[in-house]
């Protein structure tokens, strides 16, 4: 089999993260590498030049074309990193003009004279305090630099990289993959920012093929944004399978029961239906602690609202946590929760899994798709919830039925399988 070369736009990486995104990048490319796919990756991060697993890192403050000269390659996969100050989930400003998407913006952008390979590039600012600016600015950068390597395919990752792409096939010709993590009807209440929409649609449109990370993701591209079903693939996220499990950690009748929320406190996880759904539980089960882990812009009000419900005594906010403070804390709780308005996916889920962990999931994602032995109910449903909860903290022959069979599904659900098949769509696209 011929190898395939692979032009790859992300946004964020570790160690540097601020959602699943980061870490399905990541899974996805070590298991590629593995497999002898030649990937250069650029992402929009300020980093000082440094050493990771697999890669050799950039981090530039200007942009020579001429740079691929320059770079030493390692395990077949090459990063660039364009600088940038911004966070994927931060808010975005519905006053910019996102012209980047017109017909006369593209042309002009991947005209010949902004294109042309110079011997010195002038430095490019990237900075901007506004996302859709940023993100602009980051596509016609990253995208310029299509013209200076080689590759068969692009693969981009969500709506932050789609300019990028559809910009560095514009330039080459070569075919283009969007790989849709996340919509924006996820993200927002309501209507959520037109331009963010615009851009969704435009690189779905334009793709050669579109991956959705679940049906449930792949049935809004459809029924949102009218992308033909023959176009999308849906092939689902993964987990680094280790080996070497947690032994299943059953009641222990001297300690309080604890239930935990992981993820980003917003709108889209629904950290406010889990708060309703505590204190209904703690009128049955008044030892309970109920742990909020992530940081969002629900974090003002959830605290009030837990003072309003007098149980403020009983949710304890973490805030940030690293990713060794994570696995600490599913060691030390007893049941997780994932209560999402609308997620494409949910690796948080699979993590929890795998650390023998009773899991509870809103039918409202993907990944419930894949998974047996979890328990299940609608995210406004405040009272199923709040009696699963219960359920899995009262009947003890429950719960170690649920850490017995948590890894269970976990056996084909991993990152080598995903590069399978995007290894294989690759190859059918060169």
Request: hydrophobic share 40%.
């Amino acid at each position: 089999m011929i190898k395939n070369k692979v032009l790859m736009f992300g946004w964020e990486f570790p160690p540097y993260l601020a959602g699943g995104l980061g870490m399905a990048c990541y899974g996805i490319v070590k298991s590629l590498i593995k497999k002898d796919v030649d990937i250069t990756l650029i992402l929009p991060k300020t980093i000082r030049t440094s050493k990771e697993e697999g890669f050799t890192v950039f981090g530039t403050d200007k942009w020579s074309f001429y740079l691929r000269e320059k770079l030493t390659q390692k395990e077949k996969a090459k990063t660039i990193r364009i600088k940038s100050d911004i966070q994927p989930y931060s808010g975005a400003s519905s006053d910019i003009d996102f012209s980047i998407l017109s017909k006369e913006a593209l042309q002009k952008i991947t005209s010949e004279e902004n294109i042309e390979k110079e011997s010195t590039a002038e430095a490019i600012n990237l900075y901007g305090t506004d996302l859709i600016q940023e993100v602009i600015k980051y596509n016609q950068t990253a995208g310029s630099i299509a013209a200076s390597l080689d590759f068969d395919v692009i693969h981009c990752h969500d709506w932050l990289t789609f300019g990028a792409g559809i910009i560095a096939k514009r330039i080459s010709g070569k075919p283009l993959i969007v790989h849709v993590h996340c919509t924006e009807f996820d993200r927002c209440p309501g209507r959520g920012n037109e331009e963010i929409h615009r851009l969704e649609k435009a690189g779905c449109e334009y793709a050669d093929k579109v991956i959705a990370v679940s049906h449930y993701t792949k049935n809004i591209l459809i029924s949102r944004y009218n992308i033909p079903e023959s176009k999308i693939e849906v092939v689902h996220n993964g987990i680094e399978l280790k080996g070497n499990y947690p032994a299943p950690r059953f009641e222990n009748e001297n300690r309080s029961p604890k239930v935990l929320f992981l993820g980003r406190v917003t709108y889209q996880k629904g950290p406010n239906y889990f708060l309703e759904a505590a204190s209904k539980v703690l009128k049955f089960r008044p030892d309970a602690e109920f742990i909020i882990a992530g940081s969002g812009d629900m974090v003002d009000y959830l605290k009030g609202r837990a003072h309003e419900l007098n149980i403020s005594d009983k949710i304890k906010f973490l805030g940030n946590i690293s990713n060794d403070k994570v696995h600490e804390i599913y060691r030390d709780v007893d049941c997780f929760v994932l209560s999402s308005v609308s997620e494409p996916f949910g690796l948080t889920v699979l993590e929890a899994l795998s650390q023998r962990l009773p899991v509870i999931i809103s039918k409202q994602s993907g990944v419930s798709e894949v998974l047996r032995h979890v328990l299940r109910y609608d995210f406004w449903d405040v009272e199923s919830l709040s009696s699963l909860i219960l359920s899995v903290l009262t009947y003890n022959p429950l719960a170690s039925e649920l850490k017995e069979r948590s890894i269970d599904d976990l056996q084909n659900i991993n990152w080598d399988n995903v590069a399978e098949r995007l290894e294989r769509i690759y190859s059918e696209l060169a």
